[in-house]
């Protein structure tokens, strides 16, 4: 007989082998899933995994890679924080639309001054914009006591609505022949998110994602604050006792995450994508949910499982153009990982005994 | 009558079949919260059951094997996130969220040849000369059986609940799972069993809405119902009846809001668009500002993992 006997603390070791063994049985369950749709799963997986590092134009991929990658980390190191709390941030996606919005808003209405100004003013008004949309839900928790989970999550659909109302009314391109969408911020200057070095991707939004690791690490590893969000959430009681103020808690953990993901939703729209469009968001901030947990809540997991998460991305880009897999295949893909971690996640909490239980 | 440009008789009956999707899904997921499993993948369930009804009915030509095929979808889904839950101990909330992801991945994936489809319409219920009644006729007597279903099964979610004794159980077991099992109830399979029927009816009220609402297949089409669903649980402080009232109140803010665009007044779409998740959030503000200072409503259990050793 099988029975699990509850570890006295979670093992180190077994906690950064799950992340690798999900992955490994997610290759497999998905190399079945494209079996079944009537692909060669070993090269499905070659190109999703492979190419885009190591393939003929891996060159222009690995560029691709720091694109994906940086707004799924800034988001991700974010939501860690809430998540290690116990507080569920899972509207990232909304407070990300509305850093876009608030930023672009900025840049649309002086157009055409050229300013040095004008896109540090952007980067703080986008990520405003996240912290105000991420305080919403924070502050409602913390004076009527109502579930953070449904209300961030029902402001993703309003924030979805608000941006389809904003790309085809206020913010709608006055010369864009009628078209729905922004003016292309990438042709205007002072607004732009460039490329920083050539050929790699990096943009600003980069460069923040780093800076939100490296911040995240001293916040939870070697600050006080950190500790007392840790302990928040491992014993809720006994950080009371020791003088966390809950409240306090629930407004920094949502408005750093709002702030964050209101930050990458302003580097995208103001670089890769360039323009307010009613499809600009791409589900990144649902994503970094999966991230977040790949990372096992830790800045440098985080870094990883970003990258890992970009490459499937780009991966499934690739898988779709050269061997037609439909774009959810990416979609069910990401999903069976956190499944896969979820599950093995058993091993970290409990050992596994095998034989009848001794009295 | 006519108030504003805006048919009263109409509105009533519409926000009956408006309100059919999240009714089914939020009943099935009260009896799983009863049982004390938080289950936030009732989103990734519909979709599934919305694609899964959609196949079968249209491969079958039948609609009522459409809805048993969403129903089944849902709870295999269900009994997927009841395994990882119950027997690997994951944490519920992440879980739920992947639940959803994949649900709403698996789904978009297998209803690509179902784009443009029409699916075999589900008849009215013929009520003969009953339909007939002004008024009162169209707004009772006038829709398909899944309606009537949907009404029967939250009286019967109602009646199990309060009279019966696996109803009791079911609650024991919610409420406090140590002790349920200490007196020799099987705790994990009470709650398979009530998540699998939470994942069924949620299963069923995506196929309603593929099959009858819109009628047709598109990628992500429950847009956000799931969510809604769970946040009516929370409005009837996990009670069947006020679960009615929830789901009413929300069918009956969409079927408002699309006759105020069908008569245009001229307020953006988008804006209107927006109408039932401002009012969802409004709802659960003013409910947990009532309960802050009441009893706590919810199973006391809920969303704990449940291990016998300890």
Redesign the interface.
Known sequence: MI????RPVPSKAWSWATPLIAVLATMIAGGILFAV?GKNPVEAIRVIFWDPLFGPNAGYFRGQLLVKAAPLILIASGLAVGFKAGI?N?GAEGQYIIGAICGAALALAVYPTESAWLFPAMVILGALGGFLWGLIPAL?KVI????E???S??????AQ??L??MA??PLKNPEGYGFPGSRNLQQYASAHNPELIAGTGAHWGVLAALIAVIGAYILMHRHIAGFRIRVAGEAPRAARFAGVVPARLVVFCLGLSGALAGLAGLFEVAGPSGQITDSFNAGYG?TA??VA?LGRLHPIGILLAGLLMALTYIGGDMAQLMLSL???????????L??FL??F??LT??RVRIGRARA | MILGGIDIVTLIATLMAASTPVLLAATGELVAEKSGVLN?GVEGMMIIGAVAGFATAVGTGSPVLGFLGGAIAGALLAT?FAV?TQV????Q???G???T?????????FG?GFEGVRPPATGKVPFGPLSEIPGLGRILFSHDWVVYLSLALVVAVWAFLRFTRAGLILRAVGENAEAAHALGYRVIAVRLMALAFGGALAGMGGAYLSLVRVPQWT?GMT??AG??A??IV?FASWRAGRVLIGAYLFGGITALQLQLQAAGYAI?V??L??AP??L??VV??VL??I??RGVQAAPAALGRSF?A??
Request: glycine share 8%.
């Open positions: 029975r699990l006997v509850k749709l569920w899972i409602l009527f006591g109502t579930n989970i449904l209300v999550l029902m402001l993703v659909y309003v609505n608000l389809a109302y085809f009314g649902f949910i999966i947990f439909p774009s959810a295949a990416i979609q069910v893909f990401q999903g069976m956190l499944f979820l599950g996640d058993l909490n409990y | 936030l997927l990882l690997f101990l994951s944490n909330t992440a879980t969220l992947a639940l992801m994949f649900g709403l991945g698996l789904s978009a994936l690509k990628e847009a956000g969510w809604i769970l946040a929370v953006p988008h804006l668009s927006m998740y401002v969802t959030i659960l503000v947990s500002a309960h802050r291990h050793s300890t």
